[in-house]
């Protein structure tokens, strides 16, 4: 069975520009959720979504979106871009979500110039 | 691939001794708890899982402890390799929907 998979796997933008993440989760997970990982705060929970709804949303600014398909595939959107953002955003899947272990892809780090 | 951790607590061990990684967790409603081991350029990896109604729980070359009187969590890795060397973290989460919250991570230098 294929792992969670993440495109691209770096990128590079400038302040200003926005950005769109894919994640594609293991095949039969309902729940995808989006983390933040930077050197000084660590994995920081951006968003989980169960069946193209969003269920659980972190303490980030709305600039941060995300949505997720039918088919349970997810994206992620990083509008009007800020140094701050510059990290790994990693993608997650798991089953039903809850008290489950999640299965993480290897993320898209995104450099912000 | 990704720098994680510059500031993390580091633990250093001989190659074939035991480790043991330290957590502490503040939340008194969570009841599953969970240890991820992270490898440089690539995304966390599950270790072992342990739920609040069990104080210990064994996997291969691994063990989870679990005090939930003073909110302590710890992963013991038994004969430790060079394949070890990586970041831990555990991570926490109440019953329900609710998403797993990370510690910062502890670095596992293994030495040959």
């Known amino acids: 069975k294929a792992g969670v998979t993440q495109t691209p796997r770096y990128l590079i933008k400038t302040r200003g520009q926005q950005v769109t993440l894919s994640c594609s989760p293991i095949?039969?997970?309902?729940?995808v959720s989006w983390y933040q990982q930077t050197p000084g705060q660590g994995l920081q929970f951006l968003f989980e979504y169960f069946s193209e709804t969003q269920r659980n949303k972190g303490n980030f600014p709305g600039r941060f979106s995300g949505r997720q398909f039918s088919n349970s595939r997810s994206e992620m959107n990083v509008s009007t871009l800020e140094l701050g953002d510059s990290a790994l955003y990693l993608c997650?899947?798991?089953?039903?979500?809850?008290?489950?272990?999640?299965?993480f892809g290897s993320g898209t780090q995104l450099s912000v110039l | 691939g990704e720098s994680v951790g510059l500031h993390l607590p580091t633990l250093s061990v001989q190659e074939g001794d035991n480790s043991i990684i330290n957590c502490a967790y503040s939340?008194?409603?969570?009841?599953?708890f969970i240890w991820y081991k992270q490898e440089s350029g690539k995304g966390p990896q599950f270790i072992i899982d342990?739920?609040?109604?069990?104080d210990k729980r064994q996997g291969q070359r691994v063990t989870v402890l679990l005090n939930k009187t003073v909110k302590h969590l710890s992963l013991q890795i038994a004969a430790t390799q060079p394949g070890d060397s990586a970041v831990y973290f555990c991570a926490e989460n109440e019953s329900g929907n609710t998403p797993l919250v990370f510690g910062k991570g502890t670095r596992l230098s293994v030495i040959a």
């Open positions: 939340n008194s409603a969570s009841d599953y």
């Open positions: 095949s039969g997970h309902r729940s």
């Open positions: 342990i739920r609040s109604n069990m």
């Open positions: 997650a899947s798991s089953h039903h979500g809850g008290n489950e272990k999640l299965f």
